[in-house]
């Protein structure tokens, strides 16, 4: 099976974790893409949706999914998104799309997160993929130093030769070469740093379920 057809079913097989006639949290990336086609397909069954990012909305609203702000919601059952690297115990690196912050949001607002991933993205140390720190664009220099000074070597994101701006305007710091033994307090020491918005490390709050698309089928990790 390719890459997009490993996504394709993982996509599938949360629309089982989709609660009837509530509201569900909606993640960013191609893999969350195929979430959400999947979701147009059942959208009747479905109260509304509430976006992590500007391009999530977009599609959702496109299917015809009404896309509430999260400011309208208290409650809702269930999250579902991708990640960039997963651990067996649940601990993400996400915000490859730039998109952690309101991921991280939203997520707090639901009782469960399912991460939909292809196999390739388990690994049992987090960190050979560059972990996204979202920053203050005056603090980016700070910040990058002080990242630099745990070990990594942190990199401006880019895009046609200009900082990416994030949909809440701020910049992304990726921190090359991390080996995060300890996501927990990692999350915990980056998130101190003056001038952070949010690291990309989900570990305080991590995976409740994650259904991995392997050869063999879809495999469930809780
Ligand atoms: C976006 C994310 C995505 O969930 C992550 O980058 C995985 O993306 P994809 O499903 O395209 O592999 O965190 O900010």
Excluded: W
């Excluded at 990199?155 to 200009?162: A, C, I, N």
């Excluded at 980056?190 to 989900?202: A, K, R």
């Excluded at 259904?211 to 469930?220: I, N, P």
Aim: aromatic fraction near 4%; hydrophobic fraction near 45%.
């Amino acid at each position: 099976m390719t890459q997009d057809e490993l996504k394709l079913v993982v996509a599938q097989a949360a629309i089982a974790y989709v609660v009837e006639g509530e509201i569900v949290g909606v993640g960013t990336g191609s893999t969350a893409n195929f979430f959400i086609d999947e979701l147009a397909k059942i959208k009747h069954k479905v109260k509304a949706a509430v976006a992590s990012s500007e391009v999530t909305a977009a599609r959702l609203r496109s299917h015809g999914i009404t896309v509430l702000d999260l400011n309208e919601v208290t409650s809702m059952p269930v999250y579902i998104d991708g990640a960039d690297e997963i651990t067996p115990q649940g601990a993400m690196i996400k915000g490859g799309g730039a998109a952690l912050t309101r991921e991280k949001i939203v997520a707090s607002v639901a009782e469960k997160f399912v991460c939909i991933a292809d196999g390739s993205k388990l690994v049992d140390v987090l960190g050979k993929f560059p972990l996204p720190v979202e920053v203050i664009p005056m603090s980016h220099a700070v910040v990058a130093r002080k990242l630099n000074a745990l070990g990594g070597e942190a990199r401006l994101r880019m895009k046609d030769g200009e900082p990416l701006l994030t949909d809440n305007g701020n910049m992304i710091l990726d921190v090359h070469g991390m080996q995060i033994l300890d996501p927990l307090t990692m999350e915990a020491e980056i998130n101190n740093i003056v001038g952070v918005v949010t690291v990309g490390l989900f570990a305080r709050q991590g995976a409740n379920v994650c259904l991995l698309g392997t050869a063999e089928g879809v495999k469930t990790l809780q």
